[in-house]
């Protein structure tokens, strides 16, 4: 997976989609605010969520556990819902599944970069949620290490559901 580079865009924060599910984030989920989470960079393809590492630091110096599950999963949640506000639908997303694996400890500020899975496409999440009013898509995410190399990777399943 790519690195979560700032994309250098121009983009109003106060109408750019992204920067407005952070606002949400920051409003609604008490935990992206206690982690300073921060806008990297999105597109269609892929939405990158940042951190400092002071608010999300363990007893040993490094980043907790916790704050790169809950980084990737903010991540790819919002990956979801950004495709889904794109096309105007009002969905509940939910985390149905996941897996998430540690690799090498982070010692600096982090960000999470999540996208859809291998084998996975929007089309088909699409048109199952048309049909059922309810779907699921695989979404990757990674926080990158020092090295360029993962620190902690999340497989996870995403589910969409229509506001009844």
Known sequence: ????????????PNTDP??????????????ARAMALEL???????????????????????AFGGSL??????AG??????????RGEVCDVYVGESTVRYLQP??????????????????RFFTTLAARG????????CVPGADGKPAATLSARFVAKRHD
């Open 1 to 12: 997976m790519a690195g979560c580079e700032d994309d250098g865009s121009t983009v109003n």
């Open 77 to 86: 949640w919002g990956l979801v819902e950004l495709a889904l506000r794109a």
């Open 134 to 141: 309810k779907a699921r898509t695989e979404v990757s995410c």
């Open 69 to 74: 599950a809950s980084l990737m999963t903010l």
């Open 106 to 123: 982070v010692w600096a500020d982090f960000s999470a970069e999540a996208r859809l899975a291998e084998g996975a496409d929007w089309a």
């Open 40 to 62: 990297a960079a999105y597109d269609e393809h892929h939405l990158c969520l940042r951190v400092p590492l002071a608010p999300n630091v363990n007893d040993k110096g490094c």
């Open 18 to 31: 992204a920067h407005e599910l952070v606002r949400f984030m920051y409003d609604r989920i008490p935990l």
